[in-house]
């Protein structure tokens, strides 16, 4: 006799609510991996695997939802010498879109900037939008498999140069 597994709507139910994200506050795993962004001074921070199933073999990619604040001035340093474009929350392409869980988080009546070549020179990642709020120098990050950076070593020659 074959009988088959069939998941009741109630276990569903119950794993669609067990998959709510975790808002994280602790900010040394963003430190870590952002160090570009200099002091991180509080953080607010979800990541998630969309499409992940620990069942299936192989790599996973995570997405990274973050509200991070800054030393005094952080933001403005950072921003100083590039070309910054308004981004507004929730519009396209230089639209942000913070998480429902993580908006209560956002500065109110921030007045956020995106700059595609502070995404790539601040983050390494598969894909990463930073935008930044100069007046609370806090800084959004959307990104997708955020990684240390690379520590460079240059080998030292036969001749120990």
């Not at 520590?151 to 120990?160: S, Y």
Request: glycine share 8%; charged share 20%.
């Amino acid at each position: 006799m074959v009988t088959g597994c069939a998941v009741s709507p109630v276990a569903d139910v119950k794993a669609e609510a067990s998959k709510a994200l975790e808002i994280h506050t602790d900010t040394e795993p963003l430190a870590e991996r952002l160090p570009k962004l200099g002091r991180i001074v509080s953080a607010h921070w979800q990541q998630e695997t969309p499409g992940g199933d620990s069942r299936v073999p192989g790599p996973t990619d995570y997405r990274v939802s973050a509200l991070m604040r800054l030393a005094p001035g952080s933001v403005a340093d950072l921003t100083a010498s590039t070309q910054m474009q308004p981004a507004t929350v929730g519009t396209a392409p230089q639209g942000i879109s913070i998480p429902a869980a993580l908006s209560e988080f956002a500065p109110p009546g921030a007045q956020w900037v995106h700059s595609g070549v502070l995404d790539k020179s601040l983050v390494r990642a598969d894909s990463a939008q930073l935008c930044f709020d100069p007046a609370s120098d806090t800084v959004y990050l959307s990104a997708t498999n955020v990684d240390r950076p690379m520590d460079v070593t240059v080998p030292a020659g036969p001749d120990g140069n």
